[in-house]
């Protein structure tokens, strides 16, 4: 009988460092036709734990991997002390991640703050790849800061192709970068200042952040149910057995971490 618990070793093909405490790990993973958007991985090493990731991205072609790991505890200490061609052991993709179908051939608004933005960059990703799947794509991400900017080079590619509004809660809004929240610019966004019938809005950043941009967007009258979130909890059995996710009834490991808002709404710790 298999171990659902055991993670299974994965070799590190790539490290490319984004900020001071932010690396992007490319690892291999031969079943990467496997994983949707939005899904997360248990990574871990012996001795020192384990810890859920989401995937920022992955190739079904290539059968890798991508993960934005931050620097912050112990397991990613010892993460950030290994190198190209060393071993990550990791088990996964886990959880109910964006289902492309609900945003085929409707208006989208991607808005993401700080690590938030690796949760949706494989979605990004593919419909850039694949622009006719979507009608349009309006993008607004936040940072704190120019030092705290994640995925600079993919923002400026996706500037080709989409609207692409970034805010800095404090500094200077050098290259076109605006001062302020997502919340302040959210009302300039193309899609938002014309009537668009049903038009999808997907949010993943800090609780706080989802919590008054989704008020935001439905102020300027997007509908409950045209409404995405992404719950970032520490997950930990990551398949439902814990409970150290759960919500009331929800786990949010099985059930989420995507949700619709109309569920989301009522998943208040």
């Not at 384990?50 to 200490?77: H, N, Q, Y």
Request: proline letters at 5%; a neutral charge.
């Amino acid at each position: 009988m298999d171990n659902i618990f055991m993670p299974e070793p994965h070799k590190i093909l790539q490290i490319k460092k984004l900020t001071a405490i932010e690396c992007l790990f490319r690892v291999e993973f031969e079943k990467a036709g496997e994983i949707n958007f939005g899904q997360f991985f248990q990574i871990s090493l012996p001795q020192a734990g384990e810890c859920p990731i989401s995937i920022s991205d992955f190739s079904k072609e290539e059968k890798w991997a991508e993960f934005l790991i931050r620097k912050v505890g112990t397991v990613t200490d010892k993460i950030f002390a290994l190198k190209v061609g060393d071993i990550l052991p990791m088990r996964g993709p886990y959880g109910h991640g964006f289902e492309l179908s609900a945003y085929a051939q409707k208006d989208l608004i991607i808005a993401a703050g700080g690590s938030g933005v690796a949760p949706v960059r494989s979605l990004i990703n593919h419909i850039e790849k694949n622009k006719s799947c979507v009608k349009n794509l309006n993008l607004i991400f936040g940072f704190r800061d120019n030092d705290s900017i994640l995925f600079e080079e993919d923002i400026k590619r996706w500037q080709t192709s989409f609207d692409v509004t970034v805010t800095l809660d404090k500094g200077s809004g050098k290259e076109g970068k605006k001062i302020g929240l997502v919340t302040d610019y959210a009302a300039e966004l193309p899609l938002v200042q014309k009537p668009v019938p049903d038009l999808q809005v997907i949010i993943v950043g800090p609780p706080v952040m989802m919590k008054f941009t989704a008020q935001k967007f439905l102020a300027l009258g997007a509908k409950e149910e045209n409404i995405w979130v992404s719950f970032e909890r520490k997950m930990s059995c990551a398949v439902g057995k814990c409970g150290h996710c759960r919500i009331d009834e929800t786990y949010v490991c099985l059930e989420g971490p995507v949700f619709n808002y109309v569920k989301a709404k009522q998943l208040i710790d």
